[in-house]
């Protein structure tokens, strides 16, 4: 398994500004994924995040909206940006330890409200 | 493309009684299964897990067995108590599919005291 900390936990932003989120792992994982989780809905898959290269956006995300960030193997940050109140969500990150497959492991969350 | 259906609706249900939720899949290929709990204003934990036909996943008292037949993974619990009280996501994973999951949409489960 892994243990995995997000940054910060949830923050009230205003419309038309922007909030990084961290993700921060006590291993060195390849795979890491970020997740939208809109109120009361189920998870939609935000991107890859690939150490080293760009991210790879799921249909219906751009990389001018939700920027990512890798520059390491325990590490990454997903950029919500020119926020309108449509983002309010809980983001999430998620990893694949070591070499088992598809069995993912996710962070604790944060929790976004866009004023 | 995969993809996991869940049986609609909240599940509530008194305490020591038996709890089942529906989980489908559609797969091209040979999915490993999973369900995942989400205990209030937490994140996703990783309950159980099958990788192959006629598995059975179980912790916590929970169980769910990978039927390739019905192609179904359902999860059990012969008596929930009020903390079991969660979202539960049941997940699919194929090779090939970059070690992507695809998310059913949740069942909302309260157990009453």
Not at chain 1, 37 to 59: C, D, R, V
Not at chain 2, 50 to 70: L, M, P, Q, V
Not at chain 2, 74 to 79: A, F, P, R, T, V
């Amino acid at each position: 398994s892994a243990v995995i900390s997000q940054k910060p936990s949830r923050d009230i932003c205003q419309r038309g500004t922007s909030l990084t989120i961290q993700c921060q792992v006590d291993s060195q994982v390849t795979m890491m994924f970020w997740y939208r989780q809109q109120p009361g809905q189920s998870l939609t898959l935000i991107a890859t995040a690939n150490q080293g290269s760009e991210a790879t956006y799921e249909s219906g995300f751009v990389i001018d909206k939700f920027p990512i960030s890798r520059p390491n193997l325990t590490f990454s940050t997903l950029t919500v940006s020119n926020m309108s109140p449509e983002d309010s969500s809980i983001y999430l990150c998620s990893v694949v330890p070591g070499t088992s497959s598809y069995e993912q492991y996710f962070g604790p969350g944060t929790r976004l409200t866009v004023t | 493309g995969d993809s996991v259906t869940q049986m609609e609706g909240p599940v509530t249900l008194s305490e020591e009684a038996f709890l089942t939720i529906n989980c489908t899949y559609t797969a091209t290929g040979y999915p490993s299964l999973f369900w995942y709990v989400q205990y209030p204003g937490e994140g996703l934990q990783l309950l159980l897990k099958a990788t192959k036909a006629d598995d059975k996943g179980s912790n916590k008292g929970f169980e769910a067995t990978y039927r390739k037949e019905t192609t179904s993974f359902h999860l059990e619990k012969g008596s929930v108590q009020v903390s079991d009280s969660a979202v539960y996501f049941c997940a699919l994973g194929t090779y090939g599919g970059n070690n992507r999951l695809a998310f059913g949409k949740g069942n909302q489960v309260v157990v009453i005291p």
